[in-house]
């Protein structure tokens, strides 16, 4: 007889850092960059522009919206964008400049989720969009652009936003750090060539279109000048120090270029594989180069880019440890109480949870400025892993507790029946269009959410999720003044109000 050994692993992952190879490409197109090469020309010929490190860190804001189906389904997990925004910073570490999270919003919104490129998506996200200047906005969605599934992530000057897929938003920050490139006045490397392939049958042109704007090709001689002025200072992106590349990277697999290209002049091509502005995608991205760095700085001290800088940020200091003496007592199995020690200068903390039995574990999770939560809603008898991480905003690298798990009880404590109780209902402004609901319930329920002018105009009403536990919910307000709210379900509504301005 065979001595069965049940070993009970908790084989369950949270997500990790993952290098796999990205096969696609950026979505910011040829006309896109146009604009954003002549952003940089007009700021480079701005005298005013300091582009000189200071030592002092440039603190930029960001907002992620990390959108949903109508129904709140296939939202990517809060703690993405913590690693997100954790890996970018360690790129852009060397120009000054640290990233912070300024808000993360759920939108609830199958246009966008679905397509945030489609008629309908766009105009949705832009709607939303022109309430936040107070930030570089990233919308999160499924796909960048239904209709074009290799869209990675995308600059949109005219809007000037962010786009991803939700799969590049996570320990992979090469993709969104490429964006913000764009985003910070960068055009590619192979600015000229979006729209046409080099034909090694052919003599290299001088020249090549642009929905019909010429466009100056880059040769391999970095000295060479034209009417008195460096030639790769007016060509393709307009730095001396990113090698001429006639977009060598798209479709090249491997990080060390080798092909027919020469220049116009019979010189082969030395590409820069490893530049962030390239398109060499398979993970060869590393640096940018010195005149790009400083086009950025300038581009961050531009006029158009004031708004960034609008409001000072006090930087919070380091958040060093995960949540200490993590704890799940369980009452039953509809009342679990889960907490944790509160972590020096760490502000919030993202709660994740899953049933162990699923294969493709389902999780939820919240945000949570307490240290503590119960759960209600919970399956009878069943294993559930739980983990928690506590960042602050300026401290996004999340410092999380290890996987832990309990098992839920068979027997309930009663509570199933109880009426909805609500407590520490309150609305917080915290500027430029953005407030948050706080609340506290007993139980799980949907409950209504009006929104209210101060002569009690209905001015919008939705149906609000509500956890068992601590609720964070944020939201965004059309203009300014006093409004007033309602929360209520068939049994019974709390209402209040707030100040924006
Ligand atoms: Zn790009």
Known sequence: MYKLLFINILFITFGS????????????????????????????????????????IKYVPINYFLTAKNDGTGRLRYIKVLENICDINRIYADQEISFYIRSINDVNNTFIYDDPSSTFGFAALNNIEKNYNNGINLFVASKANGSSQGVLAFYNPTGDYLVSESAQVGGKGYVLAHEIGHFLSLAHTFYGWESTTYDCSQACPTEVFIGGVSVKVEYFDRELTVNGKKHCLISADGFCDTQ????????????????????????????????????????CHEF??????????????????????????????????????????????????????????????????????????????????????????????????????????????????????????????????????????????????????????????????????????????????????????????????????????????????????
């Open 244 to 283: 001429a590349d006639y977009n060598c990277g798209f479709g090249f697999n491997g990080c060390v270029w080798s092909g027919c290209m020469v220049d116009p002049d019979g010189k082969g091509l030395n590409p820069d594989e490893k530049n962030i502005m390239s398109y060499f995608l398979n993970n």
């Open 17 to 56: 850092y993952s290098y796999t190879q990205t096969h696609g490409f950026c979505g910011t197109g040829a006309q896109e960059n146009h604009l954003i090469r002549e952003r940089m020309f007009q700021n480079r010929e701005n005298k005013s522009l300091n582009s000189t490190r200071s030592g002092a």
């Open 288 to 501: 940018f180069s010195e005149e790009q760095k400083a086009a950025m700085a300038r581009d961050y001290a531009s006029s158009a880019r004031s708004y960034l800088r609008a409001t000072a940020h006090t930087p919070l200091p380091p958040v060093e440890n995960a949540p200490g003496n993590p704890t799940a007592l369980i009452n039953g199995f509809n009342s679990v109480n889960i907490k944790w020690d509160a972590v020096p200068n760490a502000t919030h903390y993202i709660l994740e949870y899953a049933p162990v039995s699923l294969s493709t574990p389902q999780f939820k999770n919240h945000i949570l400025q307490r240290t503590d939560t119960t759960f209600t809603n919970l399956t009878k008898g069943t294993k559930y892993a739980w983990r928690v991480t506590a960042y602050n905003a300026t401290n996004p690298c999340p410092k999380s507790t290890a996987i832990l798990s309990f098992t839920n009880s068979n027997f309930g404590v009663g509570t199933n029946d109880t009426e909805l109780e609500l407590s520490d209902v309150s609305i917080q402004y915290s500027g430029l269009n953005q407030y948050t609901i706080n609340l506290f319930a007993n139980k799980s329920e949907l409950l209504q959410f009006n929104l209210y002018s101060v002569d009690g105009k209905l001015l919008s009403s939705e149906n609000l999720n509500i956890q068992a536990g601590a609720n964070s919910i944020r939201k965004y307000v059309d203009g300014t003044g006093l409004f007033l709210f309602q929360l209520s379900n068939s049994q019974r509504s709390i209402s209040g109000k707030f100040f924006a301005y």
